[in-house]
Nanobody, 124 residues
Framework: QVQLVESGGGLVQAGGSLRLSCHASGRTFSSYAMAWFRQAPGKERNFVAA????????FYADSVKGRLTISRDNAKNTLYLQMNSLELKDTAVYYCAAVRTNTQVVYPLRYDSWGQGTQVTVSS
């Protein structure tokens, strides 16, 4: 399995932006579909966005379409989540996840490697 470490979380005002990063260990990052999930206090973990191993296929939860953008840089073993027009409801711990696959299908998949998460707090 790949080891994942998220960064970039923090406190931001509503309407602001943040960019989350997730760095993966190992030399096979380009063999993995990657995704972001989030978990708000007292709620279950929910899917946010996913991207194929090549970056050519993406999929988003309806709640974030048009505001959040997932991308990856395979040369840097890094996954990103650009978050714009943040809303109070975006407050959560954000997790990156990975699953080894050679297809362009990214959702639904059983992601089996997880990072520790990074906190995003949106204030009014």
């Amino acid at each position: 399995q790949v080891q994942l470490v998220e960064s970039g979380g923090g406190l931001v005002q509503a309407g602001g932006s943040l960019r989350l990063s997730c760095h993966a260990s190992g030399r096979t990052f380009s063999s993995y579909a990657m995704a972001w999930f989030r978990q708000a206090p007292g709620k279950e973990r929910n899917f946010v966005a996913a991207i194929s191993w090549s970056g050519s296929s993406t999929f988003y939860a309806d709640s974030v379409k048009g505001r959040l953008t997932i991308s990856r840089d395979n040369a840097k073993n890094t996954l990103y989540l650009q978050m714009n027009s943040l809303e109070l409801k975006d407050t959560a711990v954000y997790y990156c996840a990975a699953v080894r696959t050679n297809t362009q299908v990214v959702y639904p998949l059983r992601y089996d490697s997880w990072g520790q998460g990074t906190q995003v707090t949106v204030s009014s």
